[in-house]
């Protein structure tokens, strides 16, 4: 399964650089939000306080997910589809999408907390904590919204679809992170927020799990 796993992710990779342009778009949608928050900011003549930016930027990192995973599973044709089922083992691919949008989502999620700080200021007084947030979020969007894309892929590549049935799943997630998150702008002390944060990375743990045991049932329909 380890040879099939990196024979999928390094077929993505290659994808993703051949068609770079995929890549510059979600930056370029990235970095616009931001930008476009520093400008409503800047015409108001208003600071922006510890709330509006933890909320800003959990918000720029949800949508840019969703429009980063959405094409896991969407993009794929029904014949690769084919190809897969008859080459490599379910688990593989699913395993290989959530580790491949992982690493994706944690790259786009550092570079917009770089350029979020450098714009907008940085709140955050415990970073190392809050860059640890960021790798369990980002980790929890990939896993819960590659299951739900290749949900979506079997009703007719219906992005809007995947992100329907993602919203139930990720706002428990969500909540969890900005409510982290909040802990480390503060900077209070990491004891303090070590439930909340086990209870995130159990939450990855129980999507991960779901779409490791039900993925096989979805891509043999």
Same mark, same amino acid.
């Given at each position: ?90 688990? $593989?691919? *699913?395993? %290989? @999408?959530?580790?491949? &949008?992982?690493? +994706?989502?944690?790259? /786009? ?39 739900? $894309?290749? *949900?979506? %892929? @079997?009703?007719?590549? &219906?992005?809007? +679809?995947?992100?329907? /049935? ?51 049932? +979805?891509?043999?329909?």
């Amino acid at each position: 399964m380890l040879k099939e796993i990196k024979a999928l992710l390094w077929k993505d990779i290659v994808l993703e650089w051949r068609h770079k342009y995929a890549l510059n778009g979600i930056l370029l949608y990235t970095f616009s939000t931001i930008f476009i928050c520093y400008l409503s900011f800047e015409v108001l003549h208003a600071r922006v306080d510890q709330f509006s930016w933890n909320a800003l930027y959990w918000i720029i990192i949800l949508f840019t997910s969703i429009s980063t995973v959405a094409k896991s599973f969407i993009q794929e044709k029904e014949g690769r589809q084919l190809y897969y089922f008859n080459l490599v083992r379910p688990q $593989s691919i *699913i395993l %290989s @999408k959530i580790i491949y &949008n992982s690493g +994706l989502l944690v790259l /786009l999620a550092v570079l917009a907390f770089g350029v979020f700080s450098l714009v907008l200021g940085n709140r955050v007084q415990d970073p190392g904590f809050f860059v640890l947030i960021i790798l369990a979020g980002t980790v929890g969007f990939a896993t819960t919204l590659s299951l739900m $894309s290749g *949900i979506a %892929s @079997k009703a007719d590549n &219906n992005g809007m +679809l995947m992100a329907i /049935l993602s919203f139930p799943v990720i706002i428990p997630v969500l909540l969890m992170i900005i409510k982290l998150s909040r802990n480390a702008i503060d900077g209070i002390a990491r004891s303090e927020s070590l439930d909340e944060l086990l209870t995130l990375l159990a939450i990855d743990m129980i999507v991960g799990t779901l779409a490791y045991l039900l993925f096989p049932y +979805l891509w043999r329909s």
